[in-house]
């Protein structure tokens, strides 16, 4: 389980509040990693305690302000919440990508997507409407 100092460290150093729900299941401890059937998607949302190292490494801030990745797909995909919006929103960002124009929206929040993901999987762009 993840203390609640740590997680309000992670927060000081990316200059960002979490949303609840995220706050609420980081701070439960409950890890998410794995296939997800039916869609047979695999997701990860990273450990708190790497949030910071692994948005550094991908230079994510100089590419995309606001951004803060906090899974992926075990690829090259990223998670991400847009922190540039006052309620941040999950999008999902291919790590070469140069700039926001790619971002591909994947759910208002994480309870949204959580609950979509196992159906849904990732999507992907426009033809997943």
């Known amino acids: 389980m993840v ?3 740590v997680l309000q460290q992670v927060e000081r150093e990316l200059g960002v509040r979490f949303p609840e729900d995220y706050r609420r299941l980081v ?4 890890r998410v990693k794995g296939f997800f059937p039916p869609a047979d998607d695999f997701l990860e ?4 305690e790497d949030i910071v190292g692994i948005n550094a490494a991908g230079e994510l801030q100089a590419r995309f302000p606001g951004a803060v990745a ?3 797909n075990g690829s090259r995909e ?4 847009d922190f540039r919006e006052p309620v941040p929103p999950l999008l ?10 790619e971002a591909i929206p994947q759910a208002a929040s994480l309870t949204e997507f959580l609950h979509a ?3 849904r999987g990732w999507l992907w762009g426009v ?3």
């Open 3 to 5: 203390e609640e100092s």
């Open 27 to 30: 701070l439960s401890g409950d």
């Open 45 to 48: 949302l990273f450990a708190v």
């Open 70 to 72: 906090i899974g992926g």
């Open 78 to 81: 990223l998670l991400v919440y």
């Open 92 to 101: 999902l960002l291919d790590t070469v990508t140069e700039d926001w124009s």
């Open 117 to 119: 993901f196992p159906e």
């Open 127 to 129: 033809e997943d409407d």
